[in-house]
């Protein structure tokens, strides 16, 4: 056809849409991003408020093990030496997190490995039985006992998911680490930061010189978008991709209260989890300790878990099995579909972390 003028059309300026137009702008390809928000850079979007980087959509910390994923993403633009190490609020005390030795002391008063390790051999000695944790409770039960479920995850995961946590499948507690020696560090990864001036940069330098259109809706004129390329790159929800026709798959989103302080210090860090079901956020993020800000104002965010409808965003999917099994319909479906390339956390129905999007965007380019 005539009027067929790029190689690509993406669907989505998020992380997978972006990666993939800079590596196949770079091998010569034509690429059209449409993004229906009225900004790149999807859920990572930053926005500067008071000189400060505001994570709009939550917060993001990038981390990988993957040094070709860390030189790539420095390629870009610099990152600085942020760790992530949040602290917990349950019932106005404060614990470290993730599950350390300055925890086990925070709850015990131990005072060493040995100590620890005994203390918590203690907690989970009630749940010898459970050979084969089945959801979130059994895995976190038989990891850490007792005292760590109740006080740090119950509370956090319930309000999180909107359901019980023997609702939950347990890998997504296995995303925490546990560990006997005093490190906050929240993540085992090797390289960790935040890209300095934000991360719409970051995706910014991605796309320079790349054709973008924002406020488009894909499914407001599928048929026109689809004719002007050759083939698609859709990142966006892969039910809705196919009219929701093997049902609906489920999502759990959230709502954001940012507010901006006249005080230079709120909360002495980036993130507090609040873990207990009383309290309806999850964590306040104060950005500026992203970035080691020394602004006079800081700004804040509240971090409201909330179902999903067809008026909020979708953030993570609910991969239990009722939902994996619609999933996979949609994605046997989806192979069959050659004009079609689908990548991103709501394409694949994944729990991805920023690290695995890149590098699954970059595994995809390389085969094409
Ligand atoms: N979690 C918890 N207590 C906390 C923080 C996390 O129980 O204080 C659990 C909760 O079930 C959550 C999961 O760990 O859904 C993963 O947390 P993570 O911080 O990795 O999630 P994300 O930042 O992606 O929302």
Known sequence: MENIKYDYLIVGA??????FAYEMTKKGKKCLIIDKRNHIAGNIFTEKIEGINVHKYGAHIFHTSNKEIWDYVNSFVEFNRFTNSPVANYKGSLYNLPFNMNTFYQLWGVKTPQEAQNKIDEQRAEFRHIIDPKNLEEQALVLGGRDIYEKLIKGYTEKQWGRPATEIPSFIIRRLPFRFTFDNNYFNDIYQGIPIDGYTKLIEKMLEGIEVIQNVNYFDDKEKWNNL??????????????DFRFGKLEYRSLHFEHEIMDIPNYQGNAVVNYTEKEIPYTRIIEHKHFEFGQQLKTVITKEYPDEYS???????PINDNKNQTIYEKYLALSITDVHVIFGGRLAEYKYYDMHQVIDNALQMTKKL
């Open 310 to 316: 067809k008026d909020n965003e979708p953030y993570y």
């Open 229 to 242: 390329a050759n083939k698609v790159l859709y990142t966006g929800k892969i039910d809705e991709f196919y």
């Open 14 to 19: 998020g992380i997978f849409g972006s990666v």
